[in-house]
């Protein structure tokens, strides 16, 4: 049950940063190089790249998502730094939190 819980967090996440997607499409990858990839605070203007990382962090500053987020598994808080990818699939967005499940 609490894995399930986790999973629906995870979901959460996602789904917030596919809000911030949806707002600044400026900044989303427009290349399909998967081995580009580029932080937030490291793109170039006119810059190509396939794979965006951003942080739960951003989504919590941008109020997307609660600040405080707990994993039920082991009661402790999901870090600001988890990452979030942002790939370019043939112009269609997969959005990946990469959070381990312990």
Do not use: C, F
Request: charged share 25%; net charge negative.
């Amino acid at each position: 049950y609490q894995r399930k819980l986790l999973s629906n967090q995870l979901v959460n996440i996602e789904n917030a940063a596919r809000s911030w997607g949806a707002k600044h499409m400026d900044k989303l990858p427009t290349s399909y190089d998967t081995s580009v990839v580029r932080n937030l605070d490291s793109i170039q203007e006119g810059e190509e790249y396939g794979i965006l990382v951003i942080t739960l962090q951003t989504l919590q500053d941008e109020g997307l998502i609660d600040s405080k987020i707990k994993n039920p598994v082991n009661k402790k808080e999901i870090s600001p730094t988890t990452e979030i990818y942002i790939t370019n699939l043939n112009n269609e967005y997969q959005y990946e939190v990469r959070y381990e499940m312990t």
